[in-house]
């Protein structure tokens, strides 16, 4: 065999070589955006479980119509001086728990103004304290969440919904922070008076409230912290702030997302107390109606909107015996963490 002959077979060794490591790159190449878009599909298949368990789960509460028949029979009630526990009007349409019938209560009593709510931290929109509103009430909304997927699916859901697809809120993917927050509210064209701000972002609330100025809700619910106690304290401002849940024992093997288990063995650093949230709420002008049934969620009402249908409680008023001890325990972990008095 000739040295021209050898050299040949050589290259062409190299050159098969080659080509095969190009094609074994090119379907690499093409499992990795393979997974990408299986990764992608896992994604949207979860949040379709999630938004079908949630619509599943609006299903169970009166429909529009039963709605307005309760209307009559609150304010038939009321014109007998009779008004009713926050606990025996209670359901769930879309709200995580039964915040719906409290809201709907509420404003078949003291009615509305302009019908208009601004909620941050909103989730999806779809489990949340104004979807109710939106969907079966007409109302004009605000929506705002800092996850892209959150407000995606959200988005899609109003847009698809029957009563809400030629109107549909505003839903913004915004960051919030003390210096931002108005300013986001008023360029989505909210400014003055409303009927509703609900704010619940498990983090700086306390802060976010105090600085929002360009609203001014007839009513207004935050979730609180129950497992910071009875005193006026919350966590230290910051624009980055993370919440974090922290385990009440040393080992725990509950999982802390699962709600079933999260105030019997963990305890989150976020938020603020009910004092704390009273002590601001009064500082605005607003005096604390009641709270769900749970405890976590309290209802503010502004001093001059139904003073007579629903007077101030005190903070004691509407406590859930069943966790009080982990009130204790909670507060016990708590009190480790940094946290301001206000």
């Not at 498990?202 to 207004?220: E, F, H, L, Q, T």
């Not at 912290?225 to 919440?243: A, E, I, R, W």
Request: aromatic share 10%; glycine share 8%.
């Amino acid at each position: 065999m000739t040295y021209f002959k050898i050299k040949w077979l050589e290259i062409s060794k190299k050159l098969g070589i080659d080509v095969l490591l190009q094609r074994l790159n090119a379907v690499r190449h093409h499992q990795d955006k393979l997974m990408k878009r299986i990764d992608g599909m896992d994604q949207e298949i979860q949040g379709l479980r999630r938004d079908i368990k949630l619509l599943s789960i609006s299903q169970n509460g009166p429909d529009k119509g039963t709605q307005q028949l309760l209307t009559l029979q609150y304010q038939a009630l009321a014109k007998t001086n009779k008004t009713l526990p926050f606990s025996a009007v209670e359901f769930r349409n879309f709200s995580q728990f039964g915040e719906d019938g409290i809201l709907h209560y509420i404003f078949s009593l003291v009615g509305v103004t302009n019908s208009r709510v601004v909620e941050m931290c909103a989730g999806n929109g779809i489990e949340s304290n104004s979807a109710n509103l939106i969907v079966n009430h007409g109302w004009n909304a605000l929506l705002v969440d800092g996850d892209e997927s959150n407000v995606k699916h959200g988005r899609a859901f109003f847009r698809a919904n029957n009563s809400t697809q030629f109107d549909p809120p505003q839903f913004l993917q915004r960051w919030i922070n003390r210096s931002n927050v108005n300013t986001i509210i008023q360029d989505a064209g909210f400014s003055g008076e409303i009927d509703l701000l609900s704010l619940d972002m498990d983090g700086v609330d306390y802060w976010i409230w105090d600085a929002i100025s360009v609203i001014s809700p007839r009513v207004v619910l935050i979730e609180i912290n129950l497992q910071m106690g009875d005193k006026p304290v919350t966590v230290p401002y910051s624009d980055d702030f993370t919440s974090r849940w922290l385990p009440l024992e040393d080992h725990i093997d509950d999982d802390p997302t699962d709600g079933t288990r999260i105030l019997r063995n963990w305890t989150m650093y976020g938020g603020a107390s009910l004092a704390a949230f009273n002590k601001l709420a009064k500082s605005k002008g607003y005096r604390l109606i009641g709270r769900n049934s749970l405890g976590f969620n309290a209802f503010f009402m502004r001093d001059d909107v139904g003073g007579e249908l629903f007077p101030e409680i005190s903070e004691r008023d509407h406590e859930n015996p069943n966790i009080h001890i982990n009130i204790a325990r909670g507060l016990k972990v708590l009190s480790q963490q940094e946290l301001v008095n206000v």
